[in-house]
């Protein structure tokens, strides 16, 4: 009788232990800034642009570049523009979008 409960009690720990772990790294730490995707520019071009608008608007933001990936196929945007959460709204609206 106590074999599964011994089994039970090790899965538990196995299995809920990792993914304790996993969900305590995920959280928010204190003096994070949680970014959002603004909007995807085609090119350098339209990055360039989109950036100095977002800064004269005093709006700090982060590009990635997702068009080197070939995981992503043929997107028609190759970088993506991330803002602070806050700014999200203002972006939009200084963007355009």
């Known amino acids: 009788m106590a074999d599964p409960l011994v089994f039970v009690v090790l899965a538990i720990v196995i299995v809920g232990g990792p993914l304790l772990w996993l969900l305590s790294r995920s959280l928010s730490q204190p003096g994070t800034t949680q970014m959002v ?6 090119g350098e071009a339209e990055l360039s642009v989109w950036i100095a608008a977002l800064r004269g608007a005093g709006i700090r933001a982060r590009v990635q570049n997702v068009g080197d ?3 992503y196929g043929n997107t028609p945007y190759s970088y993506e523009i991330w803002v602070p959460a806050g700014d999200e709204a203002r972006g939009h ?4 979008l």
């Open 93 to 96: 609206k200084v963007l355009g």
């Open 37 to 42: 995707l603004l909007g995807g520019a085609a």
């Open 69 to 71: 990936f070939p995981s």
